[in-house]
């Protein structure tokens, strides 16, 4: 229908939701979700005969729910294709659940109360996760630290102190070996070659 | 509480002040909204300085929730709004920009940069000159004013950060120099600002901010095993035997140069020649030093790196340790390749994921 005879809110209105979905259209990959129902919404309004036949005719969608709900699959689908090609296996598996939640929200309490930020299981993965990391970084800085130190009782005190390191990656990753430091993610953090990691190893393994 | 961490504090929380007086009380959002704040307010608090509530904040990947959170507000303050309109009340322009009058004017002075009015200037203009609610929205997302108002807030507290963070510690240094090096930090507060510019809508600036922090993590994780090991585990027994003259000091003072000589294949001067390390070391344990070595008559840097030295021949006793050049060890993993040493304070201030 032409918007000549619509009112001006109601043109108005189509001209907000065209530039949004013009906008969303740049980058379609990571809006994929949004951009259907913001087309499907643009339709009832284009169909509608004024702002008040468009707000009825939206039914019970009229608060853009699905448009909000879209939004945060959107969110957590590019969240985990993108924790996928860094390989943080925990960030993967709680953005994916929270995908999920989010397709099986019904209205915006679930939206708010179902996927919290700061806390719930995704967060214990991520901090899992993080945790790791950082036992990592200490793993490495110690076996050096330890290499350095030239007193006997300081070595066998800091090497339990290394070991304790070695098993907090192992409890979240019970595949980790040194060869995994070449590989994602670990080798995002390791700045040493093969040839220096095997002298690591060795030093590891000679005096555990 | 440090004036710069009030003003960051201060600036985040207009953000959100954008939002929260659209909604009631009792709304689960908002209330979660506030909870953040006061979060914030509270490690503010109990942080020893900026870059210590930074550090922890990062760590908390409390930027990226204040991002997600503003992004719920949005919608929940659209959804209130749209009620309205359920209700055949088609809200002004004069309501919805209410909520933008709150936001500017708790942004501080300092942070009210040229693109900040200019952003608020236009949705002001647009709330005089809109005849409806619906007119003030269109204008508002066809001249995208909803995502350059988080912009420009965020990129003038990126600046600011930034500034505050190449200038930390200046005040007690002799040179009036910052202490801080860390080419990573300096490029994720630019590459930031690029990405932010890129975005169309606050979910891409959101997903590129994470991109960006996970990238700045992986490198200060990556640094920080770097420093300590080509250049920490060097000097810091020296530091210690000269504090201390015992012969286990002086022990490890030879143990760890022997080890690390042979690890990384170079002699004493190579070590320093390592741009990253010779950054580090000047910037971070120089700078911090400079007044008290001036009194002990060092009064550079090279003379700092020359004194260390001195006492190294000390404790070698003339214990020669022989370790020829070997340009095969100058080599790190840099993200799965390896690069020279001399490449990676490019490859950390280039670093992408």
Known sequence: MSTEYLSNDHEYHIRYLN???????TNPEINQNQIPVLIGILEIAKQAQSYEDYIEKLGEDFDFFPLAKSEQVDRFASLEKFY???ELKEHIESAANKKRIAEDCRNYSDLALRLPQGHGSGFQLEKACHERLNAVSSFLTYLVHYSCLG?????????????????????????????SLLNKPYSYINPFDKEKLSNLERIFQENQ | MDASLRELLDSYISGFKMY????????????????????MESLAESSKDYMGFMQVAQEQDLFNKIIALQSTLAAESSKVMTKDLKNKKIPTALEIAKAYHLAYDAISEDHRTPEVKQVYETVFHWEKNSQSGPEFLMHMEEEDLFLQMSRVHLA????????????????????????ISNPQLEKYFDTMEEAMSSAKTLLEMEI????????????NLWDTVFIQSILLELVTPISAWKMAKTEANRLNVVTSYEYLCGFWGMDWDGFFEVPRAWDFFEKSIFRSLEESLKNLGINSVEDFKNDLKSCLDTCLKGKTIHEAKKPSKHIVNFRGKEIPLTEVMDALSSAHL
């Open chain 1, 151 to 179: 007193d006997p009782k300081e070595k066998v005190y800091l090497m339990k102190t290394i070991q304790s390191e070695w098993q907090k990656i192992r409890s979240s990753d019970p595949d980790f070996s040194f060869a």
């Open chain 1, 19 to 25: 530039a949004r979905i013009k906008k969303l259209s």
């Open chain 2, 208 to 219: 590129l901010a994470i991109r960006e922090a996970e990238n700045s993590r992986f490198s």
């Open chain 1, 84 to 86: 996928s090609t860094i």
């Open chain 2, 20 to 39: 929260l007086p659209n909604l009631p009380e009792d709304h689960t959002v908002k209330q979660e909204a506030n909870q953040l704040i006061s979060n």
């Open chain 2, 156 to 179: 003038s507290t990126m600046r600011k950060g930034l500034k505050d963070m190449l200038e930390a510690g200046s005040e007690w240094t002799s040179s009036g120099l910052g202490v």
